[in-house]
């Protein structure tokens, strides 16, 4: 606790850390309270001695509590680290349940043409359909992390608007997030990963015949 009023870099890293953990923060909040009461009780003993030392018609035999008051605390914090070894120990070491995890979905973002008189060309997104997911929301970015495109779809595929579309280059790497929802709206799986866009078996043989 005294290292927190002025922090080295090394105790700064250790301070982010427990700050962004959720693990770590309720761990340090148990002690940091732990720590508080012990000084509360040592200035409450420290006065009530202080006290009963000055007044002369105290009974002796009325000393002796305080005695054995003066190891609380260090009982208590015996008894916290106790706690906290228990727990790292049954983490590590005992067998735990085996987790239940979906397979990681594969995408798959191929340039498709639709029969459309203009000629125009859209993306076709599709992925594996996940078991028990009620819908999909999924999000679209390019490398700068701009959004272009989020929507949220009960099929495992779907065509890019046209205005996406046409922003979206043969080749260009995108970041896409997908969540998996259950009907209760729990999120089943999470995905965040890089795709790259691919021209469609067909868009790649007019592009050949076009060329000859």
């Keep these: 606790m005294k290292a ?55 009974p002796n035999k009325y000393f002796w509590p305080s005695r054995f008051l003066r190891f609380v605390p260090y ?30 979905p594969t995408f798959v973002l191929t340039l498709t043409p639709q029969n459309e008189p203009n000629g125009t060309i859209s993306y076709y997104l599709e992925w ?36 996406v579309s046409a922003a979206i280059r043969a080749g260009e790497r995108l970041m896409l997030c997908l969540e998996a929802v259950a009907a209760d709206n729990s999120i089943l799986q999470l995905w965040i990963g890089e795709i790259t866009s691919i021209p469609a078996p067909d868009a790649q043989k007019s592009g050949q015949r076009r060329r000859r």
């Design 4 to 58: 927190l009023q002025s922090p080295s870099r090394k105790t700064r890293k250790i301070v982010n850390h427990i700050m962004d953990c959720g693990q770590c923060y309720s761990i340090f909040v148990f002690f940091r309270d732990i720590v508080q009461e012990e000084q509360n009780l040592l200035e409450a003993l420290s006065r009530d001695y202080l006290r009963q030392k000055n007044s002369v018609s105290f």
């Design 75 to 104: 009982s208590l914090a015996t008894l916290a680290a106790c706690i906290l070894l228990f727990f790292l120990f049954s983490h590590v070491f005992m067998p735990q349940p085996p987790s239940v995890r979906s397979p990681a």
């Design 128 to 163: 594996n359909q996940i078991p028990l997911a009620h819908s999909y929301s999924v999000y679209v970015f390019d490398l700068t992390l701009k959004s272009l495109w989020n929507s949220t779809l009960h099929e495992n595929s779907c065509y890019l608007p046209q205005a």
